[in-house]
């Protein structure tokens, strides 16, 4: 029954948004000041909190720990929203034709029938090459704009490269300050003409979000490929939808507007300093950058009320006993209400002893949970591996999905729980489920909540 | 008074650098004048108002217990990456390597999850690939499956895309370098003379004085002339992201870590390392990771910036 787009954040209006400041959505395992909470997030829109696996080490030799850190967005609407300064990308290829490319135009309404005067819009269109409908400029003449969104036609190949590049040039024609910016790039096929290359167009995405420009990949039908455009989501920080009937177009394009409005951290980026003797030795479904002492990773944006959290792995040598601080985690964003640069922090703290009934008893199960479920993504990822290599059958795929299904369903991730029944009915089917395990896979990553 | 929550490890200090909050201070404006507090277990001198210390995190306000049966560090050899961000000490036994939770974590696109393992046996160190999509090279060698490499003290080792120079354990005899230093007067007269001779004793103090004043091998200089780059010994990382390249190519074309320039043997080997636009030599895109040798006066060209490499 629930047959429709299978979306990263799919919103349920039946649910009350938790509030930030709310004890039930911030609280983790023990010990939480709930009047520091309020006072922090009335300044800061969003609040840091780690976690470690465990509170105590052995003093004598080598200890591994998870450090879980949770960054959660206040859920007040905090004055009126950012202007956005988005470019719609949008594949006109042949395959595009009837349909689809109705179902486009009119999504492309509604995108601008939700702007308002002081939104920026830029529209970027590509086939053979990239070309740009509309350059950037304010939503003033709604009914102009729409009517060049009628008049586009067909082409004949997919040069999605360029179309990202000039899309992002459109969306860097405009100062940042003072705008949520945001590239929607929309295909149903694979690319077919200019570079073709898988590195170099994923490499072109993390350029442009070093520029801070984000992607938001959303996949039309069986045709695209799916490795491409969660690898675009996952770089930039955006999002993975996928259509899987043109019909829903409209639905996602209004859906991903929203988010974008509801947006009150960008270019969200965490890193971890470790002291003397500590290694990271890894930072789960991410590719951290190093520096002296530090590893650095990219997070997703943050919408209002929702939380999302990254797991990491420390190595830690032995040294004298007592308490150290083993790390500091700081998450750096652009508050999108006030454009400012915002950097919180938490400092991870452990205690190094060599009594072993400490060690037992200072497991946290929270931390546990979620290093369970950060290995069930690297299980679906290989799963998913193993489906598009045809390494496994399609009966031992089904059995591994039950696997991390029960799994998620245990640890309360019913939403990705349900994306896999839904890929489990596909295979069943006899049809791929790549397309949609691939968003789980990006959402259990980040870790999103709401 | 400040103390109290932090104690609480339980408790996560939520992070509010503005400077309203009256509970944190920050450095800026406490320490100048009070005393610096030294740490019990590193040593090192910090600003009164830090709670941990700053280099190895230390909770300040406590002492350390010491405990008895801690293992006598034993001295290990260590991996450095060439531009000195990440360094590794290795442990006795089994070394994993790869980009996921391994002992040396390299987060490159280039290495593989489970890449290499290093193996420290006594005062021998080896290196093993584990089938590693990209391969492990030693000093240029490609690691075979199933063999073994012995890493020797300042050899560079190579997974996948990123190299580490191999740091062999300080011996605590430190005699030989003095020795050396002595004998070299006794070289200087015979210097001129012969080349053979020339030869063999610089090869004798070479391992002396190379880690000191590494001497460049080349130069990479723009067509324009605005800028101008020494080739050093082993690989020269090139980008446009300071800090963590050897030649910054302040290009918006370039790629934050776009190519590695290998000078060895007196060749020069450029391999593109998956930019973002490109590397050209005489005009000739290179394929990703595929090294290619240049002649001096070859034209490269990174991102739109094209340089000239000359060899000295």
């Excluded at chain 1, 034709?97 to 939104?119: H, R, T």
């Excluded at chain 1, 008049?151 to 969306?171: E, H, K, M, P």
């Excluded at chain 2, 450095?80 to 696109?109: P, Y």
């Excluded at chain 2, 690989?235 to 790629?255: E, F, K, L, Q, W």
Aim: glycine share 8%; aromatic share 4%; net charge negative.
């Amino acid at each position: 029954m629930n047959d429709s787009t299978q979306m990263i954040f799919p919103d349920d209006p039946n649910k009350t948004r938790i509030g930030g400041i709310d004890p039930n959505a911030t609280q983790m395992g023990t010990g939480w000041d709930a009047n520091r909470t309020a006072m922090a997030s009335s300044m800061q829109a969003i609040t840091l909190e780690c976690v470690a696996e465990n509170n105590y080490a052995l003093a004598t030799g080598n200890t591994r720990e998870h450090i879980l850190a949770k960054i959660t967005a206040g859920g007040m609407a905090m004055g009126a929203r950012m202007p956005v300064n988005i470019c719609l990308i949008l594949d006109h290829s042949g395959s595009m034709e009837g349909p689809p490319m109705e179902f486009m135009k009119q999504a492309c309404g509604y995108v601008v029938d939700l702007l308002e005067p002081n939104d920026v819009l830029s529209i970027v269109t590509f086939a053979d090459n990239a070309e740009v409908m509309m350059p950037a400029r304010r939503v003033v003449n709604k009914a102009l704009i729409k009517e060049h969104i009628n008049r586009l036609d067909l082409g004949n190949t997919t040069n999605l490269y360029d179309g990202i590049a000039l899309g992002c040039s459109q969306v860097a024609s405009i100062p940042a300050q003072g705008y949520v910016n945001r590239a929607l790039l929309f295909t149903d096929g694979e690319p077919t003409a200019g570079n073709k290359d898988f590195s170099a167009i994923v490499g072109q995405v993390t350029e442009q979000k070093s520029r801070g420009i984000t992607v938001t990949a959303l996949g039309l039908g069986q045709e695209y490929n799916e490795e491409l455009l969660a690898a675009i989501a996952k770089r930039s920080g955006g999002n993975y939808y996928y259509i899987t009937r043109p019909e829903l177009i409209p639905e996602v394009f209004r859906k991903e507007l929203e988010t974008l409005m509801m947006l009150v951290a960008r270019n969200v980026r965490m890193r971890v300093q470790m002291s003397r003797w500590v290694q990271v030795r890894q930072i789960y479904g991410k590719l951290p950058t190093f520096g002296y002492r530090s590893a650095e990773v990219t997070l997703a944006d943050l919408e209002r009320g929702e939380a999302q959290s990254a797991i990491i792995e420390l190595g830690l040598d032995s040294r004298p006993g007592g308490k150290y601080r083993v790390a500091k985690v700081e998450v750096t964003y652009d508050d999108s209400v006030t454009g400012r640069t915002e950097t919180v922090s938490s400092d991870v703290v452990v205690e190094f002893t060599t009594d072993a009934g400490l060690i037992s008893s200072g497991v946290n199960p929270v931390v546990q949970r979620e290093i369970e479920v950060a290995e069930a993504s690297r299980n679906l990822e290989k799963t998913v591996m193993g489906m598009r290599t045809q390494q496994i059958a399609p009966a031992d795929a089904v059995r591994e999905l039950e696997k991390t299904r029960s799994l998620l369903i245990d640890q309360g991730r019913t939403l990705q729980a349900q994306d896999i029944q839904n890929a489990i009915n596909d295979i069943k089917q006899g049809t791929g489920a790549e397309k949609t395990l691939v968003g789980t896979i990006i959402n259990l990553d980040r870790g999103k909540s709401k | 008074m400040s103390y109290d929550f932090s104690i609480d490890q339980d408790k996560t200090q939520i992070g509010t650098m503005n400077a309203d909050t009256t509970q944190m201070v920050t450095n800026a404006n406490a320490t100048q004048y009070a005393a610096n507090v030294i740490c019990p277990v590193c040593q090192t001198p910090n600003p009164p108002s830090e709670i941990y210390c700053t280099d190895c995190g230390f909770m300040l306000s406590a002492q350390p217990v010491e405990i008895a049966d801690i293992p006598q560090a034993q001295p290990t050899g260590k991996l450095t990456t060439v531009d000195g961000t990440q360094e590794f000490s290795l442990q006795m036994g089994e070394n994993t390597v790869g980009r996921e939770s391994a002992d040396v974590l390299v987060a490159h696109n280039t290495v593989s999850r489970k890449h290499a393992k290093i193996i420290v046996e006594g005062a021998s160190v080896f290196v093993e690939d584990m089938g590693s999509t990209n391969g492990t090279y030693v000093a240029g060698n490609r690691v075979m499956q199933g063999e073994r490499m012995e890493l020797k003290d300042g050899c560079e080792v190579t997974f996948g895309g990123v190299t580490f120079k191999y740091t062999a354990p300080e011996m605590p005899a430190g005699e030989p370098e003095q020795e050396a230093s002595t004998e070299e007067p006794s070289v200087e007269p015979v210097e001129e003379q012969t080349v053979e001779s020339d030869v063999i004793e610089s090869d004798a103090i070479e391992p002396e004085e190379e880690p000191q004043a590494p001497v460049a091998l080349g130069s990479m200089v723009s067509i324009d002339g605005s800028l101008s780059f020494e080739i050093m010994p082993g690989v020269n990382t090139i980008g446009r992201r300071a800090g963590s390249n050897m030649i910054v190519v302040p290009d918006s074309y370039a790629s934050g870590h776009h190519a590695d320039l290998t000078a060895e043997d007196g060749n020069f080997v450029l391999t593109d390392v998956g930019s973002t636009n490109g590397t050209l030599v005489n005009g000739v895109k290179l394929d990703a990771n595929a090294p290619r040798e240049l002649q001096p006066g070859d034209e490269i060209t990174i991102g739109q910036t094209v340089f000239k490499i000359e060899v000295i």
